[in-house]
């Protein structure tokens, strides 16, 4: 099974740069969105159609802000569970997919002047203690933008953005502690010495460049890494400020 996650910085714009080839060209069996930016208005006047799946939406209440989906294909069989009653910002979804849980997370960005750290690391330790109780049932996939960069070899300018939201002391602890609490980075797991991105400013021509930054991951339960058979970065397909993660499961 490959599963796909990718913040598209705007679902209407992504599907103006290729997104519908992509789609076609990797076929994966689940794709997850993050900041998808459209409303429920647009959810209800099915705006947006991709053959051969089905979808699934959890818009902000603020109109084009934020949001996730996820795209399951058709044929998959996934319960949805209800959002947490704290996500107003439609950052949190999870699907039942029989055999582990698989979350679609949008992470808080800490801001520029940090004005949302503190917010940023409420909504982490929620999270992570809904995490814990959903575990005990079945084993968790957790996919999407975590809008950090955990240790100085997931960003190319390390010392220059000591201090930096994405690059905090208290993201980069907190994101110890999540993988402390029993959480797999199945990228890092497989490539212990890789340097590879995810996101790369749109200033100063960081993309071409690459000075970027690894803030997206798939991260799993420690008890369901040895099911990870492939971990990947879709580094070349464009579109967004963002790049695809992957896995593949078996």
């Not at 300018?157 to 110890?176: C, H, L, Q, V, Y």
């Amino acid at each position: 099974m490959k599963i796909i996650s990718w913040n598209v910085n705007g679902l209407r714009a992504v599907i103006k740069k290729g997104f519908i080839g992509f789609l076609k060209k990797e076929k994966p069996d689940i794709l997850c969105l993050q900041e998808i930016k459209i409303d429920e208005a647009a959810i209800n006047l099915a705006e947006f159609d991709f053959p051969g799946y089905v979808e699934f939406y959890n818009p902000a209440e603020r109109k084009g802000y934020s949001g996730t989906a996820i795209l399951a294909r058709a044929g998959f069989r996934a319960a949805v569970l209800p959002k947490p009653d704290w996500d107003d910002e439609g950052r949190v979804q999870v699907i039942d997919a029989g055999k582990f849980y698989l979350a679609n997370i949008y992470f808080p960005n800490a801001n520029h002047e940090l004005s949302r750290l503190r917010f940023k690391i409420d909504f982490n330790d929620r999270l992570l203690s809904y995490f814990k109780k959903l575990e005990k049932k079945k084993p968790l996939i957790i996919c999407g933008d975590y809008n950090v960069a955990h240790e100085e070899i997931d960003l190319a300018r390390p010392k220059d953005n000591i201090g930096n939201a994405g690059f905090t002391d208290e993201e980069r602890a907190w994101m110890s502690k999540f993988l402390n609490n029993g959480f797999v980075d199945t990228f890092r797991y497989s490539y212990p010495g890789k340097q590879e991105y995810s996101w790369w400013s749109y200033r100063a021509g960081a993309r071409a460049r690459n000075i970027g930054w690894r803030i997206d991951y798939f991260c799993v339960s420690g008890k369901a890494i040895k099911r990870v058979k492939r971990a990947f970065i879709m580094d070349q397909v464009m579109g967004s400020d963002h790049c695809p993660v992957g896995i593949e499961i078996v």
